[in-house]
């Protein structure tokens, strides 16, 4: 994690790009191995751990009602997580994460290691949802990788759109 | 301070009393310490990485002239920035870091290893200034873990205050 936070890094330095994030069940972990690394601030501006909903309505601006009609683990709130995050925040590319870490808070349709994964830019919009297996810790660390995976995707798109 | 943070959600339970925090240096380790465990959403309801002086301004209300005329290393920010954080996330307890993490950023005025935490609730509010050794690393480190020990001891103040 702490290796590929510092791809990102380079990555969005040489892109010129800034980014954001909006974490719920990684709580800090995409921040924490960001900032784990010198001169970070130059292209990471800083995000919101949303942990209770109270957070995603207050400081992301999500609908109550959007986490009311569909919970919070939700491929759209993930969307609306992470364009709350870009706007508030006033960053290039946002990525937002929300799911089910456990070992608690699993039900048959949404079950613990269920993952949503937004990442926003000028180039649109991309949501995952992932499937994980693991302990808490396990799922956690799959879901931090694969948002910063997904934010490379990105900067390589927003590259060849430029073109 | 993975232990710490149980011992801090534990005695937050039995308290009664929820938690948010506003990161600057520590960027998002005391929240994912925090978040590793389960059940901490029962009284942590996230916090912000304020990692750019925007996020400061934009998120926690913090005054842009506050930072010009003092720097966001400042006893008045970290205490500001956990007013903000306490009253845009409606906790009960907020616990707010700023300082330098090197290795560079430092100035003999304001060293690398300089950092402020407050903690702010009902009772009150208590800022240290820290003046703290070693790597980035371990800097961040020793920064997380005061800032949980002053949560400790803002619970405990808060206990006999009810007395």
Known sequence: LYALAKRVLDELQTAGLTLTTA???TGGLIS???TEHAGSSAVYLG???AYSNHVKTALLGLDDALIRDFGAVDARVARVMAEGA???IGADIAVAVTGIAGPSGGTPQKPVGLVYVAVVSSTGCEVEELR???DRRRIREQSAERALEMVLE???RDARDRL
Request: glycine share 12%; aromatic share 0%.
């Open 23 to 25: 974490e719920s069940c």
């Open 32 to 34: 924490s191995a960001l």
């Open 47 to 49: 995000g919101v751990i």
């Open 86 to 88: 870009a706007r508030a």
């Open 132 to 134: 994980l297996e693991g």
């Open 154 to 156: 990105c900067v390589a």
